[in-house]
């Protein structure tokens, strides 16, 4: 009887362009929310995830954001890992949707927890408008990375199907 073959001796699998752009776009958004979560909950502790209430419940909501956060993180990895292992991963697609990830979560939260839900606000005690600008801005560039980075991706996945 033969012996199984080594998964590294299986033949390359079809890239999954949607799947690696979704898969990383996970892994994007909740790297950027453990940077928000850690600079600006924790070392600055300029605001918790929700600010209306006691500081007893603002701890305890950056908990739940945190506790959101690593479940998004290892779920993206299982999920990547899954790709790599059978070699469907897209990797400029997953380039694309780490940036685009990264800039939805920074812009959802500049724009609604911020602004229209009013959460949080990344400050206390001072003009915020500079901040805003900043986060929603730095929040734009990252979306607008990832999306430049997706359009190349697509020309060079159709530019690669037409050979």
């Not at 979704?22 to 300029?46: N, R």
């Not at 380039?95 to 990344?122: E, M, N, S, T, Y």
Request: charge should be positive.
């Amino acid at each position: 009887m033969s012996e199984p073959a080594h998964p590294s001796a299986a033949p390359a699998a079809r890239p999954e362009p949607r799947r690696s752009m979704a898969v990383c776009g996970v892994i994007g958004a909740a790297v950027m929310a453990a940077v928000d979560e850690i600079v600006f909950h924790q070392v600055l502790g300029w605001h918790h995830f929700y600010d209306r209430s006691t500081t007893r419940v603002g701890l305890l909501s950056d908990g739940l954001l945190h506790t959101a956060e690593l479940l998004a993180l290892v779920a993206g990895f299982f999920l990547f890992a899954d790709l790599r292992r059978r070699r469907a991963l897209a990797p400029a697609h997953a380039r694309a949707g780490f940036f685009l990830g990264l800039g939805a979560f920074q812009l959802f939260d500049g724009i609604v927890d911020h602004k229209l839900l009013r959460l949080h606000q990344i400050r206390y005690g001072v003009d915020v408008t500079p901040y805003d600008w900043a986060w929603n801005l730095g929040g734009l560039v990252l979306l607008l990375t990832g999306a430049g980075l997706a359009v190349r991706a697509a020309r060079r996945g159709r530019a690669g199907a037409g050979s």
